[in-house]
């Protein structure tokens, strides 16, 4: 089992890299004036991509191996999972529309999403009764493929608007289209943070007051906001400069908070220094390099995805969830807040098929919805499981 579980851990290492590797091929298509699926460039790219998902398969099945069952069961894992479902649809949608373009957006994004998983605990754990079921790799596995097909719309959404948003003028658009910006900014800031806090094994505990008890809080990252009511125990660790609000008295609410806050603050460093670099919008700076990208293509692949991703992520994010759900706790439906946010999901996807097909909502609304559905299925993995407590808070 040990031997299984260290050579996961390098497989899944190697995968990181490859992806790496072949995002720069894929940058490189960008000045390749055969930037055609025929050209060299985009064909090594493309080749080590898959490489790079047959080795992230192997780590898949060497962690299934020494864990004795479906490596999907925590955050880490499933996270995991879920870049490498990215990647395996972005193969899919290449090799539909042959467009190099796609992997310079999902590549990295898969990149950011292997490494934000990191930041979790990796240790392999047994399995908690609940989830001790064959159910377990067949709804959660398909509903993370259903949501990584999905989130290739995305991919083709911001290459749409980047392309298409004029950036002669400041305008709504250019403003959400430099949020969406900060947000990947700020996601990059908190694996940034969490590394280097990590590598410094940097701790400072609180004593608070939670639930009429006095209980430890141990932070990992200096505390800008501290516990509320809270002591600071270690000596020479940074004061906290406010405390959290009185409602945030759980254990883990005020580190969250606190994360949260560093991450913002992050990004915006980033963020601000891109804009410093550049002297202007990040959104002006992409643009020539996608001018080649063709817009309606674009579009069609956005639309495409979330036709293929819809029914995929309907089967295992609430048909299947639903029988074991019934199988577990003897109910279909329960209003869990993972159950109401895979359904607001659900409904979101409807509606933007509803909208593109009755209401020819193409172009630059459709790029818009698959922007906010990316961000409702990144709200469901990471606030629904971190933030709000409930029956899956345990993944």
């Keep these: 089992m040990g031997d299984l579980s260290s050579i996961s851990s390098n497989l899944l290492y190697a995968a990181f890299f490859i992806y790496l590797i072949a995002t720069f091929f894929f940058a490189g298509t960008i000045r390749d004036k055969k930037n055609t699926e025929t050209g060299l460039v985009g064909k090594v790219a493309i080749t080590i991509t898959i490489i790079g998902f047959l080795t ?18 925590n955050l880490f894992e ?5 870049g490498m479902m990215l990647v395996f649809a972005f193969i899919v949608m290449y090799f539909i529309y042959k467009i190099n373009i796609l992997g310079v957006i999902a590549l ?48 083709a959404g911001l290459i749409f608007l980047i392309r298409q948003v004029d950036q002669t003028k400041k305008t709504k658009q250019t403003f959400w289209l430099e949020f969406v910006i900060y947000m990947v900014a700020t996601t990059l800031a908190f694996i ?7 590598a410094l094994n940097y701790e400072a505990s609180f004593e608070a007051p939670i639930e009429g008890q006095t209980v430890e809080v141990t932070y990992e990252m200096p505390a800008i906001a501290g516990p509320y009511d809270g002591e600071l125990l270690t000596e020479d660790a940074m004061n906290p400069l406010f405390l959290s609000p009185e409602w945030m008295r759980g254990v883990d609410a005020s580190i969250k908070f606190n994360t949260m806050i560093w991450s913002l603050l992050g990004g915006l460093v980033i963020y601000g220094l891109l804009r410093l670099l550049f002297r202007r919008r990040i959104g002006s700076v992409l643009q020539p390099l996608l001018k080649k990208a063709n817009p309606e293509i674009i579009d069609e692949v956005g639309y495409r995805a979330v036709a293929i991703g819809f029914p995929v992520f309907t089967l295992g994010a609430l048909i299947f969830a639903m029988i074991w759900a019934q199988e577990a706790w003897d109910r279909f439906w329960g209003w869990d807040p993972k159950e109401v946010w895979a359904l607001i999901t659900f409904f979101f996807y409807a509606a933007y098929l509803h909208l593109r097909l009755s209401r020819g909502w193409q172009g630059t609304k459709s790029a818009w919805l698959a922007v906010g559905g990316f961000a409702i299925i990144m709200f469901n993995l990471l606030a629904v499981n971190l933030i709000i407590s409930g029956l899956h808070s345990y993944a």
Excluded at 148 to 153: D, N, P, R, V
């Design 78 to 82: 499933f996270i995991t999972f879920f």
């Design 56 to 73: 992230q398969l192997g780590y898949f099945f060497t962690r299934w191996g020494a864990a004795g069952h479906a490596p999907v069961s």
């Design 108 to 155: 990295p994004i898969a990149l950011i999403v292997i490494a934000f998983a990191s930041m979790f605990p990796t240790e392999i754990s047994p399995l908690v009764p609940s989830l001790q079921s064959h159910w377990l790799y067949i709804h959660v596995t398909t509903a993370a493929l259903g949501q990584a097909i999905l989130s290739i719309s995305f991919v």
């Design 192 to 198: 940034v943070l969490s590394s280097v806090f990590s």
